[in-house]
């Protein structure tokens, strides 16, 4: 079944680290986005990518960075920059702008 | 960046009661979109709609786009408590989905 992977469901890591958030989708979709979930605060972009090798900050992109060697994989890294970064972080993917996104189901980070 | 202005922000509502909620924008959108995300995971597409006017049903879910194309609604009708969730309008602009901050909903059994 197609579908889209996000690994792993719950990481913590000390503050100072960096750690990076796997996503992985089957779709063939060439699209793919990172969104931020705050409670209250709805979905925030991070970071999105239209095609391979090509990738554009969205609304909060300060202290992470992303890559898009491969049309399935879509890895995010949360950098020691980031001074809040505990929240739940959620992957999509989609055909096009237009239709519906896919989400995997999320990871939750804690930075302690 | 653009946000939906989506209503209410939570709703408490008995089992069996009909729900309402809405998204507005200053912007005019082609496309809006309804997702449900339940606790700890992703959102789930519920409804497309893709033309002003539209009303489509999905089960006991209906949605509607709005003849202005700045708004679009989406009843439940006789909730049940798997109904409980975060519900999102979502529109395409400048190629990316643009998110309102949601409505949770919860339903007393």
């Known amino acids: 079944d197609g579908g889209i992977t996000q690994s792993p469901k719950y990481l913590f890591r000390k503050e100072g680290q960096n750690v990076t958030l796997s996503c992985e989708q089957n779709?063939?979709?060439?699209?793919m986005y990172w969104y931020r979930q705050d409670p209250g605060q709805g979905l925030r972009l991070i970071y999105y990518?239209?095609?391979?090798?090509?990738?554009q900050k969205g609304d909060i992109a300060e202290g992470y960075s992303v890559s898009r060697e491969k049309k399935e994989s879509f890895p995010l890294t949360v950098t020691s920059a980031q001074k809040n970064p505990t929240a739940f972080y959620l992957c999509?993917?989609?055909?096009?702008?237009?239709?519906?996104?896919?989400f995997g189901s999320g990871t939750r980070l804690t930075v302690v | 960046g653009q946000q939906l202005n989506q209503s209410p922000q939570s709703m408490f509502i008995q089992e069996g009661e009909d729900v309402s909620m809405n998204c507005t924008s200053s912007?005019?959108?082609?496309?809006w979109l309804w997702y449900k995300q339940e606790p700890g995971e992703g959102p789930v597409l519920l409804i497309a709609?893709?033309?002003?006017?539209e009303l489509t049903s999905n089960g006991r879910l209906t949605a509607q786009f709005g003849i202005t194309r700045k708004d679009s609604f989406l009843n439940i009708s006789a909730s049940i408590p798997s109904d409980v969730g975060i519900y999102f309008c979502?529109?395409?602009?400048?190629?990316?989905?643009?998110f309102g901050k949601g409505t949770l909903l919860t339903v007393n059994p």
């Open positions: 999509a993917s989609s055909i096009d702008h237009r239709g519906g996104y896919t």
């Open positions: 779709l063939n979709h060439d699209a």
């Open positions: 990518s239209q095609i391979v090798n090509d990738f």
């Open positions: 912007s005019i959108f082609n496309t």
């Open positions: 709609l893709y033309k002003a006017g």
């Open positions: 979502a529109g395409p602009l400048s190629y990316k989905l643009t």
